[in-house]
């Protein structure tokens, strides 16, 4: 079992947990996931490591609350435990020898660019944080980007808070002056293929982090599977972490909504059942 050591709500539907695993604190790296179950009777589902302490064997997840399997995560209070969690799962990102980079998170992906802009930091490299959310009320973790940033950039698509606009604007401001070794962009898909279509006339190497459907989290079952340069790849052993510019978003964008009605009803069955 695996206690939850604490729980906060960074924004209406958006959970914060800390939670006691000490074998996956003792390997974990920025841009690896893991995988649990809520209870017994509960989907498997794959979440990014948003965070680590080795010394107290921690991890720490954030996640948004869309269906049944998170609405019954989100239900579980501090001082309760989880049945299951295994990982760290997937390939570390690849930060070593970085020495300028934008980072690039959107809505809840935030949570994961979060612990690479943090590791940059430590390695030295200058960090440029680019964050964006539809709007004021769903911005998370500000403070902690203003930490490793040496450049901080708030987005809000609707301009409540921050500059109005998607992450796109800054970093195509920056694009014109300056370069980076690295772009690495976490969150939506279409947010990540328009940062790979601004980065491309520039030749910068850009990072996506892929999150599709997945089950197993060991390359067995397929169902991460993605097209990467015309090849097969699967997210939880050959990633998250791909060339953006290789990959097929119109695809990844198409499987992505395979489950959309499947997981609205279950959504439904579940606050009917707290109805009752």
């Given amino acids: 079992m695996f206690r939850i050591l604490k729980k ?11 939670i006691e695993a000490p074998f996956a604190a003792r390997r974990a790296e920025p841009g690896q996931f893991v995988i649990l179950r809520a209870d017994e009777r509960g989907e498997r589902i794959p979440l990014t490591i948003a965070g680590y302490d080795r010394e107290r064997g ?19 209070e501090e001082g309760e435990s989880i049945p299951d969690l295994v990982g760290p799962l997937g390939v570390p990102t690849a930060l070593e020898g970085l020495k300028k980079v934008a980072v690039i998170g959107g809505g809840v992906g935030c949570a994961i660019a979060l612990p690479v802009a943090r590791k940059l930091q430590k390695l030295g490299a200058s960090v440029t944080s680019i ?34 606009g998607n992450v796109c604007a800054p970093l195509g401001r920056l694009l014109q002056t300056e370069t980076f070794d ?6 939506p898909l279409v947010m990540m293929k328009f ?64 489950y ?6 279950k959504r439904e069955e579940h606050c009917n059942l707290f109805r009752k």
Avoid: W
């Fill in 8 to 18: 906060q709500k960074l924004n209406d539907s958006v959970i914060r947990m800390e």
């Fill in 58 to 76: 921690t991890v720490e997840i954030v996640f948004q609350v869309v269906g049944g399997a998170t609405m019954c995560l989100g239900a579980r």
């Fill in 131 to 164: 964050v964006g959310f539809r709007s004021r009320g769903l911005v998370i973790l500000e403070e902690e980007f203003c930490a490793c940033s040496d450049r901080f950039f708030l987005m809000t698509d609707d301009g409540s808070y921050g500059e109005k």
């Fill in 182 to 187: 690295e772009v690495i962009a976490i969150g």
């Fill in 195 to 258: 940062v790979a279509a601004a980065t491309r006339p520039y030749a910068i190497k850009t990072v996506a982090s892929m999150n599709p459907i997945m089950i197993d989290g060991t390359g067995m079952c397929g169902c991460c599977r993605l097209t990467v340069g015309g090849e097969t790849k699967f997210a939880c052993v050959d990633g998250p972490d791909f060339d953006a510019h290789l990959v097929d978003f119109d695809e990844a964008i198409r499987r992505s909504r395979t």
């Fill in 260 to 265: 959309t009605a499947f997981e609205s009803r």
